[in-house]
Nanobody
């Protein structure tokens, strides 16, 4: 599975960005897709995840109410709309595929990872 993330960049505090992640290659029947992030000097952490049918979404407490995850299965693409951005949101954002709906909020539930896209929020 290949995952191509895009949409990162430099934004001011309070601004918005929309990340996209397109998947290709091997397919799974009902994969969960998620976003994680890693700030400099910190461990990678969960941000958001969405089930195949979009009937369930998961968010880290730090982004609830500001970020929205969505997906387009026809395009095999997952999105992360990020609003009201804060300096602490600065990180490399990674999309990932969880083929078997295991531990949707944990890194070890995901088998395939994209290369990451950098989001920088300036004050």
């Amino acid at each position: 599975v290949q995952l191509q993330a895009s949409g990162g960049g430099l934004v001011q505090v309070g601004g918005s960005l929309r990340l996209s992640c397109a998947a290709s290659g091997r397919t799974f029947s009902r994969p969960v897709m998620g976003w994680f992030r890693q700030a400099p000097g910190k461990e990678r952490e969960f941000v958001a995840a969405i089930t195949w049918s979009s009937d369930s979404t998961y968010y880290a407490d730090s982004v609830k109410g500001r970020f929205t995850i969505s997906r387009d299965n026809a395009k095999i693409t997952v999105y992360l709309q990020m609003n009201s951005l804060k300096p602490e949101d600065t990180a490399v954002y990674y999309c990932a595929v969880n083929p078997y709906y295991r531990a949707a909020t944990r890194i070890d539930g995901y088998n395939y990872w994209g290369q990451g896209t950098l989001v920088t929020v300036s004050s």
